[in-house]
């Protein structure tokens, strides 16, 4: 069975920091573009980061410089690395795969071209 799953999430204070993993059941990862993606409650789901299968990134505006996004092609893991973690950071965060097709700025954007969703994983930032 071919999957994402997301680890990683939790409940964190204000200022914290956390890194999240996204780990490839059935597939190896090397192949694919990954990005992560949240969803907070009454709210469209959004790109954060993307990464292509040859390590180019993108970061929406809204991430940049607390954000980053990494990938162990040994572990078959792509990891996101949250610092600075505020309340409004609270959501489901998703990982997804994409083939090497178009751009990792069309897939965090666009969701373009996404093969494979994980199921999420929660992270609440609360005091």
């Known amino acids: 069975q071919l999957q994402l799953v997301e680890s990683g999430g939790g409940l964190v204070q204000p200022g914290g920091s956390l890194r999240l993993s996204c780990a490839a059941s059935?597939?190896?990862?090397?192949?694919?573009?990954i990005g992560w993606f949240r969803q907070a409650p009454g709210k469209e789901r959004e790109g954060l980061s993307c990464i292509s299968k040859s390590g180019n990134t993108y970061y929406a505006d809204s991430v940049k410089g607390r954000f980053t996004i990494s990938r162990d092609n040994a572990k078959n893991t792509v990891y996101l690395q949250i610092n600075s973690l505020k309340p409004e950071d609270t959501a489901v965060y998703y990982c997804?795969?994409?083939?090497?097709?178009?751009?990792?700025?069309?897939?965090?954007?666009?969701?373009?071209?996404?093969?494979?969703w994980g199921k999420g994983t929660l992270v609440t930032v609360s005091s």
């Open positions: 059935g597939f190896t990862l090397d192949y694919y573009d």
């Open positions: 997804a795969a994409k083939s090497p097709i178009g751009s990792v700025q069309g897939m965090c954007v666009l969701r373009y071209a996404i093969n494979y």
